[in-house]
């Protein structure tokens, strides 16, 4: 971890931390509007378990598992309708963290949404269903706390953690776009305006 400009921190490079970047209580105002079109679901793995957190996307293309496996689609397999447009908020946010941490001209087609309540995680996985690796990641946090954790290339091998709060934003590319990462089982809290849940935006370029 280093420090490279007050509130940004360079977890690994090309993994960079910006603290309280956010203004969440803006993001929830469309997320609500975004969830309206394109209620929070329960997706499977591949193997037909359920995952533990509940999503869903906005942008032109939204990220999806069943047991066909894990892929971006244009139409929403729950309503039969195209995922809600990307709201422009959303999008600046996205394209303005990129630049803060290094990235420029990042133009997002797909949003997925993240929905944690205490006792949820995410196992350790790496987002490679997008065609272009060159364009980084940027994911918002909002609401309670987490320990978000990253490895490396490989699955296997120590992690380093990152505490994740309301605000966050963490963005990565470079040699971390491919790294291994998960979020830890969340605790039992309450934030005072999101209440006890935790909510992650995940910003990436899909096509
Ligand atoms: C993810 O890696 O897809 C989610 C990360 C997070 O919830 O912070
Ligand atoms: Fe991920």
Known sequence: ??????????????????????????????????????????????RGFPMSVRTSNCGQLGWISDRQGYRYTAIDPVTGKPWPAMPSMFQT?????????????????????????????????????EMDFTAPIVSVSMGIDARFFVIGPERQGPSTAVDLRDGDVLVFGGPARRFYHGVRRLKASEHPRHGAVRWNLTFRKAR
């Not at 971890?1 to 309280?20: H, Q, R, S, T, Y």
């Not at 969440?24 to 793995?45: F, I, S, Y």
């Not at 941490?101 to 987002?127: E, R, S, V, W």
């Open 93 to 129: 946010l996205a394209e303005q963290a990129a630049l803060a941490a290094g990235f420029d001209h990042f133009k997002p087609d797909a949003c997925l949404i993240n929905y944690y309540l205490p006792g949820t995680q995410m196992g350790a996985h790496q987002d490679r269903d």
């Open 1 to 46: 971890m280093k420090d490279l400009f007050p509130g940004v921190v360079e977890v690994c490079p090309g993994m960079v931390l910006l603290n309280d970047f956010a203004d969440t209580a803006e993001l929830a105002t469309e997320l609500e509007r975004v969830l309206a079109a394109a209620p929070l679901r329960q997706m499977q793995t591949s």
